[in-house]
């Protein structure tokens, strides 16, 4: 996966779902998930000049699209209320292999997802 992936959505929009692949970087091959769990984070970013902390919008349990071993894609499908915060936010998702090992995804960078205003 890149070092950045963006994403623009309109607020309360639940669909598509967001996919990313992954490949390693040692071999351009799906990592061996094989019994691995996902989940995705989505950070809210406080606004320029704040003294507020990120805010955690989402962390929630993502999927390992199938067959794991040839695909590489991590899935998350937007739930009611995901979206409604307008702006610019934060995203990654973590793998927890079978061994427990936990790798986070993009590697260097986010998942850059944007909510704006539809037409009304």
Known sequence: MAKNYERTM?????GPALRVCVKQASDGQA????LA????????????????GVTELINAVAAIEAPAATSGALLYDWQ???????????????VTDQAGKVETYPEEGYIWVTFEDGAV
Do not use: C, E
């Not at 990592?31 to 094989?34: E, G, L, N, Q, R």
């Not at 209320?81 to 934060?90: A, C, F, Q, S």
């Open 80 to 94: 009611n209320g995901d979206t409604d915060v307008r702006g610019r936010h934060m995203g990654f998702f973590q």
């Open 10 to 14: 309109k607020v309360g929009d639940t």
């Open 31 to 34: 990592p061996d998930w094989d």
């Open 37 to 52: 769990s996902a989940r995705f984070f989505l950070l809210q970013i406080p606004p320029y000049g704040s003294d507020d």
